[in-house]
């Protein structure tokens, strides 16, 4: 079982940043693909992020409307993985959520690969 906390949610303006983490309980953290996905007001979940710990190389994927904005990183001494949020926009409010895929050399881009989850926390962007 995995217990996953994040944190770092908040209100921001329009073009602002903000960084999440979330912190795992897993005892053999490095082997787990880690992801964030987001659900916003009335729709779908959706896959944002993942990351791959691999042979002492990280391996990072995003969804398409996130490139180039956002940054999935982690610290695997810490336990923890981080989602950068730059020049974030309306359309990025929603519930973020971190959450952890089963040991695989597939990366999970779809919630329902996902085994883990944490709580969530509230992201929303001002214009």
């Known amino acids: 079982q995995v217990q996953l906390v994040e944190s770092g949610g908040g209100l921001v303006q329009a073009g602002g940043s903000l960084r999440l983490s979330c912190v795992a309980s897993?005892?053999?953290?490095?082997?787990?693909?880690m992801g964030w996905l987001r659900q916003a007001p009335g729709k779908d979940s959706e896959f944002v992020a993942a990351i791959r710990w691999s042979g002492g190389a990280t391996y990072s994927y995003y969804a398409d409307s996130v490139k180039g904005q956002f940054t999935i990183s982690r610290d695997n001494a810490k336990n923890t993985v981080y989602l950068q949020m730059n020049s974030l926009k309306p359309e990025d409010t929603a519930v973020y959520y971190c959450?952890?895929?089963?040991?695989?050399?597939?990366?999970?881009?779809?919630?329902?690969?996902?085994?883990?989850w944490g709580k969530g926390t509230q992201v929303t962007v001002s214009s």
């Open positions: 959450a952890a895929e089963r040991p695989g050399p597939i990366v999970g881009r779809t919630p329902g690969e996902y085994d883990y």
């Open positions: 897993a005892r053999t953290f490095t082997s787990y693909n």
